[in-house]
Nanobody
Framework: QVQLVESGGGLVQPGGSLSVSCAAS?????????VAWYRQAPGKQRELVAG???????NYADSVKGRFTISRDNTMAMAYLQMNSLEPEDTAVYYC??????????WGQGTQVTVSS
């Protein structure tokens, strides 16, 4: 059974930094999956924040470019999102997602990130 577990969320002041992690289990060939982080703020639709392909190519939402960095560790089946210069608008539940080329699609339960003074 595939499971994704996010961790590392919390409360941070504007301008601060936070890193969230996603641990995958039940997957044999983690390196064959693309990985992405999404977020959903209250009253808003879930949106793509950052993605990293099987080959390591990254892409970011315009709103986080230059502030957020996505990375992955295939040997540990982990994904990370380093968030710097956080703004109140970054407040949301952050979700980890992995997709295979064969159509497998898995989500974590989410971790809350709150940016507030």
């Amino acid at each position: 059974q595939v499971q994704l577990v996010e961790s590392g969320g919390g409360l941070v002041q504007p301008g601060g930094s936070l890193s969230v992690s996603c641990a995958a289990s039940g997957i044999i060939f983690y390196f064959t999956y693309s990985v992405a982080w999404y977020r959903q703020a209250p009253g808003k639709q879930r949106e793509l924040v950052a993605g990293i392909s099987r080959g390591g190519t990254t892409n970011y939402a315009d709103s986080v470019k230059g502030r957020f960095t996505i990375s992955r560790d295939n040997t540990m089946a982990m994904a990370y999102l380093q968030m710097n210069s956080l703004e109140p608008e970054d407040t949301a539940v952050y979700y980890c997602n992995i997709k295979s080329s064969g159509g497998d699609d898995y989500w974590g339960q989410g971790t809350q990130v709150t940016v507030s003074s």
